[in-house]
């Protein structure tokens, strides 16, 4: 009796995914919960877990194959144990090595191998026939392609020598094509609707964060004792924005066709970089949260961000972004919106300038801000206004807690 693993139910508003990687191969033994598939979708990368101990029987759809909601993904031999062949692995294991080899040929005719063994074979100008297979009915697994190129890295080095030269001359110039990820591919719609959609401008201004680095120092060690986290900046920039965002509502709304919606909410979007790409996840309700719950909400949403572990709840909604170029050494961009957001404010490297302070030259940490905005919904009194906010209260944190 086999069990089948299927695609979990994706959210509302995904049509399809696509299957990313496989961490387990047909014949390997799986543990109850143990995840043995990632589906990616354009928002969000869901662990598909092992629903009982067994061995994994068959992979049904292979990496970058396209799927639905509960659709076949895979069997599962439950209870069984590794080492004890099915049927399939049985006719497989009796066959000869030449049986297996023709069978890996006409599963490449018959386009059976997975598109990271097609991607790996091309980017080492392989055939299948070049490698021998391992997998079930002798399929070529990327173990298989490793263990073939380790191979031809240990042959004599008199072997070497005898190759011709272009070919190696050919090898260094060599490229790489892979295919975009679904969260890559929608970064890049969203950029572009973002671009060609919004009537997009920038207004920067500059805040001397000296304030903040001496209230930090002084408190440092105490918040972090009663609260269990680090005190860090971005507490304060959200905190500020939020303020700002009360003042200048008109920053805190978005178009809807010819609507303007005002939100009387504060969720805001805090830009992190992942290995999949950039992701928004939302810190809701930030003017009711205090600094502590801040930094424990963006540290959160920061390492699930890193472990594609966020929910599409996570991602979705917002009123308006925060991005930190600043940790990457960025001095100055101009961020681009996040729609239907009507702002984005872009944080940057925090740099020792000289500054003239009533008429004298005094070397401060100083750094920029940039606030990128619709113009057809936002206007220059607004946008300035709205910028200046921020960086009065940055430089005056008490402003903050006294709420002037």
């Given at each position: 009796?086999?069990?089948?693993?299927?695609?979990?139910?994706?959210?509302?508003?995904?049509?399809?995914?696509?299957?990313?990687?496989?961490?387990?191969?047909?014949?390997?033994a799986v543990a109850r919960d143990e995840v043995i598939v990632e589906i990616e979708t354009d928002k969000v990368v869901l662990?598909?877990?092992?629903?009982?101990?067994g061995v994994l029987e068959a992979i049904v759809e292979e990496e970058g194959a396209t799927v639905l909601s509960k659709q076949l993904l895979a069997r599962l031999t439950p209870g069984a144990v590794a080492g004890e062949p099915t049927k399939d692995k049985t006719d497989s294991s009796e066959a000869s090595p030449d049986k297996r080899h023709k069978a890996t040929l006409t599963e490449e005719t018959s386009d059976a191998l997975s598109p990271a063994v097609r991607r790996l074979l091309g980017e080492h100008n392989l055939e299948p026939g070049d490698v021998k297979g391992t997998g079930v009915g002798g399929r070529i697994t990327r173990e298989d392609i490793e263990a073939h190129l380790a191979a031809a890295k240990d042959a004599p080095a008199s072997e070497a020598a005898e190759e011709d030269v272009a070919p190696a001359a050919v090898a260094a110039r060599s490229e790489k094509r892979v295919p975009m990820t679904r969260l890559r591919k929608r970064i890049a719609e969203r950029l572009l609707e973002a671009k060609n959609s919004t009537a997009m401008l920038t207004t920067f201004n500059e805040v001397n964060?000296?304030?903040?680095?001496?209230?930090?120092?002084?408190?440092?060690?105490?918040?972090?004792?009663?609260?269990?986290?680090?005190l860090g900046f971005m507490s304060f920039y959200v905190k500020a924005v939020t303020e700002a965002l009360k003042r200048y509502p008109e920053v805190n709304a978005s178009l809807d066709g010819d609507d303007i919606v005002y939100h009387n909410f504060f969720d805001i979007s805090i830009a992190v970089s992942t290995p999949r790409g950039l992701v928004t996840p939302v810190l809701k309700d930030a003017d009711t949260l205090g600094f502590a719950q801040v930094e424990k909400g963006i540290k959160e949403?920061?390492?699930?961000?890193?472990?594609?572990?966020?929910?599409?709840?996570?991602?979705v909604g917002g009123n308006f972004t925060i991005t930190n170029g600043g940790v990457f050494g960025s001095l100055m961009s101009t961020p681009i919106i996040n729609p239907p957001q009507a702002a984005i404010l872009g944080m940057h490297?925090?740099?020792?300038?000289?500054?003239?302070?009533?008429?004298?030259?005094?070397?401060l940490p100083m750094m920029y801000l940039a606030l990128s905005y619709d113009h057809r919904l936002i206007d220059g009194r607004e946008s300035v206004g709205f910028l200046v906010t921020v960086k009065e209260l940055l430089e005056d944190p008490a402003r903050l807690l006294l709420d002037i």
């Open positions: 009796m086999t069990v089948e693993i299927l695609v979990p139910d994706l959210p509302e508003s995904v049509a399809d995914a696509t299957v990313a990687t496989w961490h387990k191969q047909p014949g390997e662990e598909v877990p092992a629903p009982d101990d964060m000296k304030p903040i680095m001496e209230l930090r120092k002084q408190y440092q060690d105490q918040f972090e004792k009663r609260h269990g986290i680090r949403l920061a390492l699930k961000g890193r472990d594609g572990k966020l929910t599409v709840d996570e991602l490297k925090i740099q020792d300038r000289a500054m003239v302070v009533d008429g004298k030259v005094e070397i």
